[in-house]
């Protein structure tokens, strides 16, 4: 397959592993990526969610050269002023510190924070910015979806793709929460994570009182709910709140929303976060 | 804290990694532990579940010193004869492998099978039993979850997690799908592959056939299917088949079941498998 000559004239091939102009791309199985400023995709699915997406852009691509003429349909959508790098797979492999068997990563920033460094809590105007966020979810219509202190990546990222398959207008992560934007959680949202809008970072008081000012209806899941889940109304501005699977969500916030609970056989008691998640936002998705 | 003297009595103290009494905990990462004819329990909440089980008996425990206190009364539970293995931390780490956070270990085998050695296939007499398996979980009630081609261990371990959760009366894996008893796929399934019943191993053809002489009524779900989730009616002898994400369920199936599909969002054409489960499994609970 040859390329077409405005693709191939702009592929920059390396060689070396410690290229700087790679540097990005240096032992990204390191989880303090968001951190220095920036992310990683990996795969196709996640470089589509990620090209498409308004909030975040690419500011370089690394591919596997085998790869190239596959993508050549999906480059051509890559601005001009990105770098696309191409390498063998042992030079990726090395630069990258593991096995990259897709052969397809970006590096990519936040478009509304530029490159921060060092500052995770500000990363996205994270810790700014909740009560926009929440007016503008509210506005959007369909369910929002609230995650507290859930530390752990794959949860976060299965969270993401169940929202985005359900309708919701977005997610509110707390600060004890998992940044949507580490490698894992992408990679497991399937690229929703870059498309559905979130913020991350405020604490559980802040985003209560948040929740009361935007006029949301907050739902907290609990195995100890007072309602079962079948009689929920259905409705606009619902906010499901969710916490992790050891502690749950804190008394405090459980007194003051309205409790769900998912009935389960008898000697069960929890389910996997973003399972429940997805039952509930299914079941409010087919009765709205 | 001092321990019962009958406990304190039964407890063998390991000192060496490679102490040949241990040898069930060696390199317990490598994932052809099944073969072996045993498979390995991890944690106290997977214990619980061996300890239960009828299926499944321990050979022996291997613990963690610091975490015999506080197992007392669990370990009152098991057999006699069954040998308590106690280490310190850098002996079972170095004999497993890898850092064993939890620090407690069981060996066990299947007791309808004994120890056989290196054969997968009829491990817990999976290629045999099929139909007396069906004709049993058909007398059981609940819904029946037959998995087709999973062959990740995560997912096989979500979905066993979930189909306890809601009831159902077993699982059906073809042998394309990854065993249950893997360790990965114990551990996700929070115990519950030892105590809800499965069979592993037959063909697809093997398991309609037996569907049909069981007289199951198989829904197969699928992003194209014919009826929606909230239509299906719940009823006895459900069979839930499901796909792998990737290639989904084979067109033969999907053409001779009643296909079903769960609403999502405009340009979502996917969820997790297990989570595609707990979606219909709880509706179909809450159902009935």
Chains 1, 2 share one sequence.
Request: glycine content about 12%.
């Amino acid at each position: 397959m040859t390329l077409p000559p405005a693709l191939a004239a702009r592929l920059v091939r390396i060689d070396d592993a410690a290229d700087i102009r790679i540097a990005d791309y240096r032992d990204i199985r390191d989880r303090d990526l968001v951190a220095r400023g920036g992310f990683i995709a990996e795969g196709t699915v996640v470089l589509d969610h990620l090209l498409r997406s308004g909030r975040f852009r690419p500011t370089s691509l690394f591919l596997l050269k085998s790869r190239v003429a596959g993508l050549a349909g999906r480059l051509a959508l890559v601005p001009d002023d990105v770098p696309i790098f191409v390498a063998e797979g042992p030079v990726m492999d090395r630069a990258a510190g593991f096995a990259i068997h897709r052969g397809v990563l970006a590096h990519a920033v936040d478009r509304t924070a530029g490159r921060i460094e060092g500052d995770l809590a500000k990363f996205g105007g994270e810790a700014d910015g909740l009560s926009e966020f929440l007016a503008r979810s509210r506005r959007a219509g369909g369910p929002l979806v609230v995650a507290i202190g859930l530390a752990n990546h794959d949860n976060v990222g299965a969270l993401f793709r169940n929202a985005a398959a359900f309708g919701a207008s977005g997610l509110v992560l707390d600060g004890a929460s998992c940044h949507p934007l580490y490698r894992k959680a992408i990679r497991v949202s399937v690229g929703t994570a870059l498309t559905l809008p979130f913020h991350h970072g405020a604490d559980v008081e802040a985003i209560w009182r948040g929740l009361e000012h935007s006029g949301h209806r907050p739902l907290a899941l609990s195995p100890r709910g007072e309602t079962d889940l079948a009689a929920v109304k259905p409705g606009d501005g619902l906010a499901l709140c969710l916490g992790s699977e050891g502690t749950g969500l804190p008394e405090e916030l459980l007194a003051r929303a309205e409790t769900v609970r998912i009935p389960m056989a008898p000697g069960i008691d929890s389910l996997n976060v973003a399972t429940t998640a997805a039952i509930v936002l299914s079941r409010l998705y087919s009765a709205a």
